[in-house]
């Protein structure tokens, strides 16, 4: 069993501490929230409970079929135990379903169901607001070598069909999610979380939002949203 070291920083959803491991890392999950670059605060009770239940679970499923991430176990209720990574600064958003920032940008209707994912890349800086870039941008400011990013590409299609299948399942809808890359002895391996707070989750049938959307626009019903997703999972929370 490891144990927990010294504290590093925190993070907007997360504590990270060291480990007696050099290579492995603490997570802690907390319940803070923030919205429109941080523009927005304030907490969601148990947010870092069910967000660090459902990355775990989550997290082992795309192991089980063959995508790597940097999950190693779960030390509690709200903390995981991961691989520690060099962090690519570039940030992929999977779209399957018209929302958010596609609205503006394209004019198109919320919930339009887009013909086949889109892939779209954002510089990860929170000082710049995670700008929107492209491949070129990437190359030119060495953020990352092409066969990374063709991985990175690569990753991102195969996750979204085995989420997208287990949350259809689950009767939800996958609308689009982000996903952060890092590399470790060399492997592109899938880093940060997979949460309410990452991804768009709607009710199958009514359209309900089961995700962070609801912390944004003030819809209420955020604790009991993201506890019906785990439970959806089949979670035991």
């Given at each position: 069993m490891v144990k927990k070291g010294e504290f590093l920083y925190e993070g907007k959803a997360k504590r990270v501490y060291r480990t007696d491991n050099p290579e492995l890392y603490w997570l802690e999950f907390k319940d803070d929230a923030t919205a429109f670059d941080g523009k927005k605060k304030g907490t969601i009770?148990?947010?870092?409970?069910?967000?660090?239940?459902?990355?775990?679970?989550?997290?082992?499923?795309?192991?089980?079929?063959?995508?790597?991430?940097?999950?190693?176990?779960?030390?509690?209720?709200?903390?995981?135990?991961?691989?520690?990574?060099?962090?690519?600064?570039?940030?992929?958003?999977?779209?399957?379903?018209?929302?958010g920032s596609l609205v503006k940008r394209l004019g198109v209707e919320e919930g339009t169901v887009l013909n086949k994912p889109v892939l779209e890349f954002y510089y990860k800086s929170d000082e710049l607001n995670d700008p929107m870039i492209n491949e070129y941008h990437i190359d030119s400011m060495g953020?990352?070598?092409?066969?990374?990013?063709?991985?990175?590409?690569?990753?991102?299609?195969?996750?979204?069909?085995?989420?997208?299948?287990?949350?259809?399942?689950?009767?939800?809808?996958?609308?689009?999610f982000k996903l952060e890359y890092g590399l470790h002895r060399?492997?592109?391996?899938?880093?940060?979380?997979?949460?309410?707070?990452?991804?768009?989750?709607?009710?199958q049938?009514?359209?309900?939002?089961?995700?962070?959307?609801?912390?944004?626009?003030d819809m209420g019903g955020i604790e009991e949203a993201y506890r019906e997703v785990c439970q959806r999972l089949g979670l035991d929370v």
């Open positions: 009770t148990d947010k870092g409970y069910y967000n660090a239940q459902m990355s775990a679970y989550l997290f082992n499923l795309l192991e089980e079929r063959g995508v790597q991430t940097h999950f190693v176990e779960k030390l509690s209720e709200r903390e995981l135990l991961v691989k520690g990574l060099e962090i690519i600064p570039v940030e992929i958003v999977v779209r399957n379903i018209v929302a953020w990352a070598e092409q066969d990374v990013v063709d991985e990175m590409k690569e990753k991102s299609v195969k996750i979204n069909e085995i989420l997208k299948k287990r949350f259809q399942e689950a009767g939800i809808l996958l609308v689009d060399g492997k592109v391996l899938l880093g940060d979380e997979i949460s309410p707070d990452t991804c768009r989750f709607w009710d049938e009514t359209k309900k939002k089961l995700d962070k959307d609801r912390f944004r626009r």
